[in-house]
């Protein structure tokens, strides 16, 4: 206890030097905790808006490859065209391996966009608005001989070709002969593009809320004599479809074409639309993916994501592509992440430099209590009470410097941070743990550092040395 009431004495006689190292410890540990706090609300700021913000990826063609290791074949014609044809085949990717893609940690969730063609005993399609030197042909159910003689080629291989592949040459061939429409089932309305160009717009009713409603044009339900509430029985487009599924329609809407496609305007009237899961549970055998559209829990982890796609035997010509959003992001958090990155430096720096002048000053100050320490020794005062003296009056100085530090940190970072940084809204501006304790660290680190260097600077002198030298 005498020692440390003797500190505090020695604080009041010395003042003038401890004011000093007072003003620059609470300089240094103030600008050290407000650093932090700096540092924590810029990553916290980038955190809120990485959970706010999502980036849209599909997967696309990578034609560049594509085209560098499957260059086209240039014939020239007796004309002297030239004509150019491509040899490979595009990889195709089925629904089953979009929902094992989507299963990834890096996926918050998917949308998908399916359709199917169907087949129905009661409806009919709108007739086509044709010229009369106009004909549409349709391949569907033809037999193999009679796509031969259609395409003039002789073997299966050159009817798969001209129909895009052999599983378009499958499908051709299964077709039922009484297919009346399309169904696409979705997961978000913003999917059909239809819909939110304006193209469609609803007329009456509602869109789905539910698995098995529909929504049909009004060109379809005034062929067809149907109105909300009803409910029609259609099945898949396949041969092997014998079952049916009901759908209730929950909605009419106005389809808007152009006379220019006015030959497809009797099949383009004839799109049902209807939820996802309908038309997966359908049981229909042939159901296409029109878009599937993964949205990622982290702008960050397209690459990663992009890496595992591959790992899961996505095609070495398929690519991800994201939304433009993904530059959006790192445009909107490059700058988070710089002041994030200035407040690690000037903390190191604040660090550093306050530390260097209160060693300079500690050095300085002991210099000049030499012959008091050569007393206190002379007399019989062991070293080591000596040393927990001088550290007792750095503690106390270090000690008070930590508490108006901390306090004007406290009601300084919400001012500085919204200066810096911006709109703090969501994010606490009350000083973290972890700055608080940065802060105590580091003033208990210049405490015993300066305090004990202070003290190896004189104990290596014997107290006769010390006071002869006064003398």
């Not at 409806?123 to 037999?143: K, Q, R, S, W």
Request: net charge negative; with cysteine.
């Amino acid at each position: 206890m005498y020692i440390f009431k003797n500190s505090c004495k020695n604080l009041l006689r010395n003042k003038g030097r401890n004011i000093i190292i007072f003003l620059i410890a609470l300089l240094t540990l103030t600008s050290v905790t407000l650093s932090a706090s700096i540092h924590t609300l810029s990553d916290c700021s980038i955190q809120r808006y990485r959970d706010s913000f999502h980036v849209d990826a599909t997967i696309d063609y990578d034609w560049e490859k594509l085209q560098k290791d499957f260059p086209p074949k240039v014939t020239v014609n007796e004309d002297g065209s030239i004509h150019e044809e491509s040899s490979y085949e595009l990889p195709e990717i089925s629904l089953e391996d979009y929902m094992r893609y989507a299963s990834s940690e890096y996926v918050a969730k998917t949308n998908y966009s399916v359709s199917t063609q169907f087949a129905s005993d009661k409806l009919t399609a709108v007739p086509d608005n044709l010229n009369e030197n106009e004909e549409l042909i349709v391949l569907d159910g033809m037999t193999l001989d009679e796509l031969k003689k259609f395409f003039n080629v002789t073997t299966e291989a050159e009817v798969a070709e001209n129909l895009g592949g052999p599983k378009a040459l499958e499908q051709v061939m299964d077709m039922k002969n009484n297919c009346v429409g399309i169904l696409q089932g979705y997961t978000e309305l913003s999917l059909l593009d239809n819909f939110s160009n304006g193209e469609n717009k609803l007329e009456t009713g509602r869109f789905p809320e539910k698995d098995n409603e529909c929504i049909v044009s009004s060109k379809y339900a005034e062929h067809n004599n149907l109105k909300i509430g009803d409910i029609i029985e259609i099945s898949g487009s396949s041969k092997s479809d014998t079952d049916t599924i009901p759908l209730t329609i929950s909605g009419i809407y106005s389809a808007n074409r152009s006379e220019a496609s006015a030959i497809a305007f009797g099949y383009e009237y004839g799109w049902v639309y209807t939820t996802f899961d309908t038309v997966i549970n359908s049981g229909f055998h042939w159901i296409d993916v029109d878009t599937a559209v993964f949205e990622l829990k982290d702008p960050d982890s397209a690459k990663l994501f992009e890496t595992e796609l591959h790992e899961k035997g996505l095609s070495e010509y398929s690519i991800l592509s994201c939304s433009d959003s993904s530059n959006e992001y790192v445009k909107n958090t490059q700058p988070l992440k710089n002041i994030s990155r200035i407040a690690e430096i000037f903390t190191l720096c604040a660090c550093v430099i306050g530390a260097g002048i209160i060693l300079l000053i500690s050095f300085i100050g002991i210099r000049e209590r030499k012959y008091e320490i050569g007393v206190l020794r002379a007399i019989g005062m062991k070293k080591s009470h000596v040393s927990v003296g001088i550290i007792y009056e750095t503690l106390i100085i270090m000690l008070l410097s930590f508490g108006i530090g901390i306090t004007a940190s406290s009601l300084l970072t919400k001012p500085i941070g919204t200066f810096l940084i911006g709109d703090l809204n969501g994010i606490g501006t009350t000083l973290s743990t972890h700055s608080v304790l940065l802060c105590a660290g580091m003033a208990f680190v210049l405490s015993i550092v300066s305090g004990l260097c202070a003290v190896l600077a004189v104990m290596r002198h014997e107290p006769m040395r010390i006071l002869s030298e006064r003398n």
